[in-house]
């Protein structure tokens, strides 16, 4: 019988024989492992798949008319694309007229309780459809409802209009080199705010800004004038 069914100790030697031949392989492997790590740092790919920039100006066509805005001029992402739209909503950092759609950083140190001071010009474009034109309107509207007071300051004039018209608790602002039509309201519990509009083509350009600014107008009237050449290519 002990020779058909071997002993147990018999067995003892082959199992230590193949252990023999594992621990070389294992030893071998480990060597083995930092080469191949090298190797592959060597010959993996370092470039990355890149998202694609915005492009500087995006053309957008208002009211049949092209204009060229500035990517990061957008208020309203919906708006942020080429083609024709009624209306596109833009802002500019004032003075430098930079288009940066980043908001200010207002954290506990800097949070005053009082509304933060306005640094941005806003622009809207529009299609006017054959409305009533702004020079139209100063010709033959506003006269109607302009106090007869006026008083001018260092060239501009400002007209208010009677408390009883549809403009009741606005000023009208002309000025001259550079011209400037602005109406603005009149400072109360916050402060006034100015609007300016300029027809090009089938689109009007409706600037506003804080009325404080006004105390240095020429340089808010020639501010406009160079968004409205950057934005449409007229000079």
Request: proline letters at 9%; hydrophobic letters at 35%; aromatic letters at 8%.
């Amino acid at each position: 019988m002990s020779l058909l069914f071997p002993t147990h100790p018999t067995t003892r030697p082959r199992r230590r024989h193949r252990r023999n031949h594992v621990v070389p392989m294992l030893i071998g492997a480990a060597l083995a492992a930092p080469a191949i790590a090298v190797v592959a740092y060597l010959l993996w790919p370092t470039w990355q798949s890149q998202k694609p920039g915005d492009p500087d100006r995006i053309p957008v066509s208002v009211g049949a008319t092209l204009f060229n805005v500035p990517t990061h001029a957008f208020r309203r992402k919906v708006q942020k694309h080429s083609g024709p739209q009624e209306r596109v909503d833009l802002s500019y950092v004032y003075p430098s007229l930079e288009a940066s759609n980043l908001p200010r950083h207002v954290s506990v140190e800097n949070f005053d309780e009082n509304a933060q001071p306005i640094d941005r010009i806003f622009v809207s474009i529009s299609a006017h459809h054959d409305a009533t034109s702004p020079d139209t309107r100063l010709r033959t509207i506003y006269p109607r409802y302009i106090d007869r007071a006026t008083s001018s300051e260092d060239g501009l004039t400002t007209q208010p209009f009677r408390d009883n018209s549809p403009y009741s608790n606005e000023d009208l602002f002309l000025g001259t080199t550079p011209a400037l039509l602005a109406r603005c309201t009149r400072d109360g519990a916050t402060e006034g705010m100015c609007m300016s509009e300029r027809r090009i083509g089938g689109a009007d350009l409706i600037f506003r800004f804080p009325r404080s600014w006004l105390a240095q107008w020429r340089d808010v009237g020639n501010a406009m004038d160079r968004l409205t050449m950057q934005l449409s290519g007229l000079r």
